[in-house]
């Protein structure tokens, strides 16, 4: 029969954000596609590794990760949501947010099991589903508000269904999931017995009169949410792969053996980096976070509407979806590729984000760059005014 692939290879085929990246790289671009920060790390996130280096914190750590790291995390949490958690058996840290779930899908879903997601969806969050051999149900959101009812929900669930995702504030969207919204997927979970996971990596980036709710903090849903969050986008280091969950004990120790499976641990110096940071930053810092990207939201969106592409102003995360049906293309790829070819700016097409054909008059850009840079993709993209 001769040698080929497994049958799972498909799911992790290379994405079209990374792929965007590559055409970037290729002419020089503006990489407005991938949601990597280039805005500055904290220093005393710096200088936590560069001393934890110093100091010899260079071997494994506990699968679960550094103590130090998570009785901060375990504080943040706590001053931030109000909800409690037992740094020694209910948190893990893992390699990036996607690590943490892609161990807490393996450890509490069988295959075939269901998982309804939100669209438009983050490809990643799909990927990680389907290599654990569960299957995504797609519910789409509703735009320009992006919303559901409850309705909704009933009409995709089944005697299979096993979880639903909750990405608040949600990449691409920027949709900030409301107290009501929430409560009637907390309903819903309740009544069907479905874990929650939740994505909130973006928790600090919102925007207006918005407000970050994590769901944990619902009555009754602690038990069953698995809270997963990083520090990649808050302190700006996506390739240290800092990432963590909050869960019940009785579901912490198999998600954590998964992780010792597969990662071992995440870079100890590292994690130690982030302690520090964790512990010395205070609320300040989080809020002029929110204040700095909001003022780069608005500044970016006015400036997509001027070149003629609509933008769904985001009231969270720092990503922002445009309609294009006016460049030229009958699909998202083509238009994405005539805005990196005319301007040099490079974004997603959207259908990376959809299961279907939704999303083909829609591309997603980064606005988490330093001013600068911004600036000039924003002067490049009137070029197409």
Known sequence: ????????????????????SIE??????????????????????????????????????????????????????????????????????SAGATGALYCAFQALLNPGDEVIVFEPFYGYHISTLQAAEALPVYLPLNPPEWS??????????????????????????GKVFSSDELEIIAGFAERYDLFVFTDEIYEHFVYGDNAHRTFA???????????????????SVTGWRIGYLFCDARWAQAIGYF??????????????????????LGDDYYHNLSLAHQAKRDRFCEALSHAGMHPYIPDGAYYVLADVSRIPGSTGKERA????????????????????????????????????????????LQLLA
């Open 24 to 93: 970037c790289r290729r002419v020089g671009g503006i990489n407005l596609a991938q949601g990597v920060c280039d805005t500055p790390v904290p220093e005393s996130v710096l200088q936590g590794a560069v001393e934890a280096i110093g100091q010899g914190i260079n071997s494994y750590t506990h699968y679960a990760g550094l103590p130090q790291l998570r009785e901060a995390l375990a504080l943040k949490q706590k001053r931030f949501s109000s909800v409690t958690f037992d740094p020694d058996c209910e948190i893990i840290v």
């Open 148 to 173: 559901f009812t409850a309705h909704d929900l009933e009409l995709v669930v089944s005697s299979r269904t096993r979880g639903i995702i909750v990405n608040t504030p949600a990449n691409p969207s």
């Open 259 to 280: 992780n010792d499976l597969v990662y071992v641990c995440a870079p100890a110096p590292l994690q130690a980096g982030v302690a520090r940071g964790v512990r010395e």
């Open 337 to 380: 590729l005539h805005i990196l070819l005319k301007t040099g700016v490079a974004s997603v097409p959207g259908g990376a984000f959809y299961h279907d054909k939704k999303g083909e008059k829609m591309v997603r850009f980064c606005f988490a760059k330093e001013d600068a840079v911004l600036d000039e993709a924003i002067r490049r």
């Open 1 to 20: 029969m001769g040698l080929t692939l497994s049958d799972r290879h498909a799911c992790v085929l290379q994405s079209e954000i990374r792929n965007m």
């Open 217 to 235: 903090s619902l009555p009754g849903m602690r038990e069953r949410t698995i809270t997963v969050s990083g520090s990649s986008k808050t302190f």
